[in-house]
């Protein structure tokens, strides 16, 4: 048995997950909103836990949590996650990551100096939930993030996100500083819950994730004619709001079409948006994803041009902005199967899975070696006080992990 796994008390990690959580959250979920009173006092939890073990504490310029145990060689495994949640989110969501983080330092510790330096980290701000930009504290490492353009995102009680962050001790314009970080990360590991239904769906507890959606998020815009619900025609209308449910309907069957892939719309508005009045306005959000680029550029052709194509049919003007594009990636192959021999080792099973959401360990993904585990989730809910996972799937994602720990750290002395 190597040095973590003899050492990791899975059960004793499941506790500080419980207490955590009692501390943080109540029936309605999770209170951990990123910058807010609950998120520090979470952050406090961990601190106090680190505050037991022979290791340094530090923040970076974006606020995110590290803690470092000094080993034979300066290479360094990173482990970690956040406790930062959405607003009433579930128990597990980057807790999950952050308390299996934690017992790897307990136990490297008490098998005296590990033979590569580890690190844990408590991302800032992983889930965007305030200011709209996702995987803070992970982009501002890599650098993939626009500080300037962040300064006057508003919260929803309209609060300023520069005025927000200096308050919590950030000044936005030195966030890319943080960067200094990446050079201390030599292998990111991170465990999380699934938020799907796949593992359920197969009877497993945990697999290694292999591949990232790409992901093409738009804004599609229709303009038809505002005109009183009374007094016109059927045949003479043109309502925005049909053009639009009329796209969502076919976005659907282009994602049907192939295996895997995804699409989602909404929020959707229409104005003057009441029900006397025609809808001159639609605006509509849509959402693609896919493990390949190829396919996933062929969707986003057949959207543009099935949205061309209905707004003629609907006598309506179109306008189409692309907001954020995120290609597919793939994980470090060693790593990826040092995981799912990890995981097979608990469940008899080995398991490669695509990853449909983003997690900080593809903000480093894409950049570094870095390598992801799931865990199972009872009726592949997240993001919701519903969001759960039956304890021996915990536990046995909890002891993969260890498992994956051990074996990068292997893999980095054979490099």
Same mark, same amino acid.
């Given at each position: 048995m190597s040095a973590i796994l003899e050492r990791f008390d899975a059960a004793r990690a499941l506790a500080d997950l419980r207490e955590l959580t009692a501390a943080t959250g109540d029936e309605r979920g999770a209170r951990r909103l990123a910058w807010s009173d609950g998120w520090q006092q979470a952050r406090e939890w961990v601190r106090a836990r680190l505050a037991e073990l022979p290791c340094t504490l530090e923040r970076d310029e974006a606020g995110s949590l590290w803690a470092t145990l000094p080993g034979a060689r300066p290479e360094? +495994? *990173?482990? /970690?996650?956040? #406790?930062?949640?959405?607003? =009433?989110?579930?128990?597990?969501?980057?807790?999950?990551? +952050? *308390?299996? /983080?934690?017992? #790897?330092?307990?136990?490297? =510790?008490?098998?005296?100096?590990p033979p590569v330096t580890l690190r844990l980290v408590d991302w800032a701000d992983e889930e965007g939930?305030?200011?709209g930009p996702s995987l803070f504290g992970s982009r501002a490492v890599v650098g993939d993030i626009d500080p300037p353009a962040m300064a006057d995102l508003r919260?929803?009680?309209?609060?300023?996100?520069?005025?927000?962050?200096?308050?919590?001790?950030v000044e936005l314009a030195r966030v890319l500083d943080a960067g200094r970080r990446r050079g201390d990360i030599d292998a990111y590991l991170e465990l999380h819950v699934e938020q799907g239904p796949l593992l359920e769906q197969r009877g497993l507890s945990c697999a290694s994730v292999d591949d990232v959606l790409g992901i093409d998020r738009h804004s599609v815009r229709f303009t038809g004619a505002a005109r009183h619900a009374g007094q016109t025609p059927m045949e003479v209308r043109r309502d925005a709001f049909l053009a639009g449910a009329r796209f969502a309907l076919e976005c659907r069957e282009i994602a049907r079409r192939r295996p895997g892939a995804l699409a989602t719309t909404g929020p959707v508005t229409v104005d003057p948006g009441i029900v006397t009045v025609v809808n001159g306005g639609c605006a509509i959000m849509l959402d693609l994803r896919s493990r390949d680029r190829a396919e996933l550029a062929e969707m986003v052709a057949e959207a543009r041009s099935a949205a061309a194509r209905i707004?003629?049919?609907?006598?309506?003007?179109?306008?189409?902005?692309?907001?954020w594009e995120a290609p597919p990636m793939s994980f470090d192959p060693e790593l990826v199967a040092i995981g799912a021999d990890a995981c097979a080792a608990e469940t008899g099973e080995r398991l490669l899975m695509a990853s449909g959401s983003g997690h900080d360990a593809v903000a480093l993904g894409r950049h570094l070696?870095?390598?992801?585990?799931?865990?199972r989730s009872t009726g592949g809910i997240g993001h919701s006080p519903e969001e759960d996972s039956p304890e021996a799937d915990l536990l046995a994602g909890l002891r993969a992990f260890a498992r994956l720990v051990d074996g990068t750290i292997a893999w980095l002395e054979r490099r």
């Open positions: 360094a +495994v *990173v482990v /970690g996650s956040h #406790v930062d949640a959405v607003p =009433a989110g579930g128990w597990l969501d980057g807790t999950l990551g +952050v *308390v299996a /983080g934690l017992e #790897v330092m307990r136990a490297a =510790a008490a098998a005296g100096q939930a305030r200011f919260d929803a009680d309209g609060l300023r996100c520069e005025d927000v962050l200096r308050a919590n001790g707004a003629e049919q609907e006598r309506v003007e179109l306008d189409w902005e692309v907001v070696p870095a390598a992801l585990l799931f865990v």
